[in-house]
Nanobody
Framework: QVQLVESGGGLVQPGGSLRLSCAAS????????MGWYRQAPEKERELVAI???????NYADSVKGRFTISRDNAKNTVFLQMNSLKPEDTAVYYC?????????WGQGTQVTVSS
């Protein structure tokens, strides 16, 4: 029984910032990794950033240096701080959590970067 709930999406101008949150229904220590994917219209879902239970991180080249993934273990929440946003960052962003036994997705939150 896993539930992931995203929040924090919205409309922002190029160069602006947003912070996405993903709240898990259970302890995030139960997951090998958590992260964020995004999907733009007519494109496949792509990895944005991941963080392991041990705290290591990995980022897509397109967001490296602009986005930061972090977590609050006490609140069972993972965050994605997005800075210097570009129009090409526009997509639905999905929270991801993975265990040996399965993979789970949030409902998605829309991020639109436009002037």
């Amino acid at each position: 029984q896993v539930q992931l709930v995203e929040s924090g999406g919205g409309l922002v101008q190029p160069g602006g910032s947003l912070r996405l949150s993903c709240a898990a229904s259970g302890s995030i220590f139960s997951f090998i990794g958590m992260g964020w994917y995004r999907q733009a219209p007519e494109k496949e879902r792509e990895l944005v950033a991941i963080i392991t239970s041990g705290g290591s991180t990995n980022y897509a080249d397109s967001v490296k240096g602009r986005f930061t993934i972090s977590r609050d273990n006490a609140k069972n929440t993972v965050f994605l701080q997005m800075n210097s946003l570009k129009p090409e960052d526009t997509a639905v962003y999905y929270c991801y959590a993975g265990r040996i036994s399965g993979r789970y997705w949030g409902q998605g939150t829309q991020v639109t970067v436009s002037s």
